[in-house]
């Protein structure tokens, strides 16, 4: 990467890393100096050498010609963990479209103000002997207190202080008192916070099945030879996908290297944690967005030191940093949750292959219902498939039964629950089996709305509908507006006014009215606000203090209950109803992972799903857990409309203070995009001959746009967007550089542009 200067980074541990300095790159180094090389530079008044690295290199000088300093030398032997994070953040950049201040807040651990925590013990210096004469005074004297901590000592040199006040329930003063006679000796010592509080007994390997075994043999094969590859591992729920990430991790760690684990949200923590604890005990810990800072900066920590070897999850746990990745895995790689909603907005899945590269670790991508992308890739010969069909233990997939809800109508039954739930859920409580019921929606109640003249209150600042909560309150869920429940309809003045009652909260209420004495939890966004809430329901939950779980998507992924026999999916097609083209494949998935909840003991499971489309295609193939079948279809229909996989799509989104300004600016580049395909389309067919005209207009950009987003406001922020799509990857983030190009030569002022890749959702 040729160029005259280069920015760089002297100490990125700092809080600040978006302040780089600029340097002259001398021209022997011009043709070797690539972004995230260690360099060594002049600083300061006193130009004190000092190392930093390279985080971009151009042809721009920005300060005075006269005054810039120039790049000393290429550090040796300092290629390490910062290097590969700066790598990446540089290819962050190029691949998704932000800035490298963005790039790099995304992928380094930045240093803040964390106090470094200190651990007490208590050190015995007197022999053991001298030790017991003088707990022979205190039994004799009637000081129980020091009696006890004494007892401890003479069978152990050193004890935690915190063991101490705590077990032992010795008093400071009674500890400081035995110092003083020159029993013990409190030493302080620095150490790491670990946010993994929970204790389980270590388990042994477990035999694998033949099929497992394969798997994880062929994988490691390829390891042990170099060759990086990626693997999907499609098994149905309940197949043992856990077993071989446990397996592999084991193995590669016996190898010397790291391992990192993606969930795809941190409701799944909690039980993801147990197993891995239980095998790696407290080499294995976590990073999410639940943790301090001061827990977050000490796993960090205690990753680049060789503290552990196995990090859990979500999306940022992916740049850990680790010195020595020899394998990622990411489970449920279908959730859109992998998916970053800020700039840069980078795919999990995507970011882990450029990791493996920089690395030469292996990726694992495991679900029950792969993305389409995914499953694509494997067709084309990028990812290799391997298959596990069986449940382990022999046991079956539960049985499925679709209830059309319009025929409970006409039978006059008007309750949330089906005649065949209810009587499935009463079977249940008096078999005390458990339950569970899934629901895709917040809170007390959804939106408002007057049954006389349609009309839905909504948010005067973000264009979206207001949610009813409990006391008559009215939420927006985007900026936090709020309003007390009018009692006539401020369109036309109407007091029929009535929200969609589909929350969890209302379940939850039905439920205890249907079945007197019930034992209910809920998990949903409300009632996991607390830090270590996911764990602590769960837990009770499997625990078997409740009869029946409801919640949101949060309870049908990844969790395994084994008295579980019962999984109700109420409203399945609510999500069928999202303008956007992945409608399908999100509500076939969802209803798959919620189906795989049941009968994964030795219990056999039913599910029962309610719907208003018992036709549709994605349900019925739920309903049979058939995902090639589904995959044919569904892909069928990504190819009539050019989306993902087969081709590649670019969301442009304008932000606004101003709605007129919002739109002139995104038809303007909408309008560069066209002119720029034109000039390609006329290029094309002046150099394509009859027969490869048709390749030549599959191959050319469309631009569809621009228009308001789907919520056309938020916090007083207008928002428009146009889309770009091509069948090559590489052509929409030329598109993208483009663009870049010219915000950079206008220079809005009020405006703002984003860029998403193959979005996860119609923006």
Known sequence: MEGTYADVIVDISHEKVDRPFQYRIPVPLRRVLEVGMCVTVPFGNGNKPVDGYVIEIGEECRIAPEKIKEIQRIAPDRAGVEERLIRLAWWLRGQYGSTMAQALRTVLPAKRSVKRMEKKKAVRLLPREEILSLLRECERK??????????????????????????LGVSASAVKRLEQEGALKLVKESGYRNPVKIEVRREEEKELSPDQAGVVREILEDFDAGRQETYLLHGITGSGKTQIYLTLIEEVVRRGKQAIVLIPEIALTYQTLLRFYARFGERVSVMNSSLSQGEKYDQCERAKNGGIDVIIGPRSALFTPFPNIGLLILDEEHEGSYKSEGSPKYHARDTAREVARLHGASLVLGSATPSLESYYRVSVGIYKLFRLTKRLGGGTLPQVSIVDLREELRRGNRSVFSGKLQALLADRLSKGEQSMLFLNRRGYAGFLSCRSCGKVLKCPHCDVSLSEHQGGRLMCHYCGYGEEKPTLCPHCGSKYLSGFRAGTQQIEKKLKECYPGIRVLRMDADTTKAKDSYGAILSAFSNGEADVLVGTQMIVKGHDFPNVTLMGILAADLSLAASDYRAGERTFQLLTQAAGRAGRGRKPGEVVIQTYQPEHYALLHAARQD??????????????????????????????????????????????????????????????????????????????????????????????????????????????DLLEGILKEWQPRSESVQFDFDPMNIL
């Open 142 to 167: 009637k000081q129980t207190a020091k009696a006890r901590l004494l007892r401890e000592l003479a069978q152990l040199e050193a004890i935690p202080y915190e063991w101490i006040t705590g077990k």
């Open 627 to 736: 995902y090639d079948a589904f995959y044919n279809e569904e892909i069928l229909y990504r190819e009539l409309m050019s989306y993902p996989p087969i081709s590649h799509m670019l969301a442009v989104q304008v932000f606004s203070k101003t709605e007129e300004d919002g739109l002139v600016l995104a038809r303007r580049l909408a309008e560069k995009v066209r002119r720029e395909a034109e000039r390609g389309a006329q290029a094309a067919r002046q150099e394509a001959k009859a027969a490869s005209q048709r390749r030549a207009a599959k191959e050319r950009l469309w631009v569809l746009g621009p228009a308001a987003a789907v919520v056309s406001k938020v916090n007083d922020v207008f928002r428009f967007v146009f889309y770009v799509k091509n069948i090559r990857y590489e052509k929409l983030v030329q598109v993208k």
